[in-house]
């Protein structure tokens, strides 16, 4: 029943900005992170931001650390990734993240099914 819903991937050329939005629902009874990782072919799913809800602690990955910023809102249901300086390389599947408590008292990892961010010339 948790869902988590991604919206804002697509083309985009080096240097440019795009923004990633992830919205989470269901029986939720408190989040605790939400974030993104990303994944390219070929290699690991790798850290790109992460918000801590409560505090609004954050971590970066450091390949996108000064270009990336993470923010909340929404009472902390939605995360918002603004990229900017894209590189090639910043290309890969972004997936959402959130770490929650279920209404049944459950602490789980949950994952959104990803979007595409692709920057190309």
């Known amino acids: 029943q948790v869902q988590l819903a991604e919206s804002g991937g697509g083309l985009v050329q080096p240097g440019g900005s795009l923004e990633l939005s992830c919205s989470v629902s269901g029986p939720i009874l408190q989040i605790h992170k939400m974030g993104w990782y990303r994944q390219s072919p070929g290699s690991q799913r790798d850290l790109v931001a992460i918000?801590?809800?409560?505090?609004?602690?954050?971590d970066y990955g450091d390949s996108v650390q000064g270009r990336f910023i993470i923010s909340r809102d929404n009472g902390g249901d939605t995360v918002h990734l603004q990229m900017s300086s894209l590189k090639p390389e910043d290309t890969a599947v972004y997936y959402c993240y959130a770490r929650l408590t279920t209404t049944n008292f459950k602490t789980l990892n949950f994952w959104g099914q990803g979007t595409l961010v692709t920057v190309s010339s």
């Open positions: 918000i801590t809800t409560d505090d609004e602690g954050t």
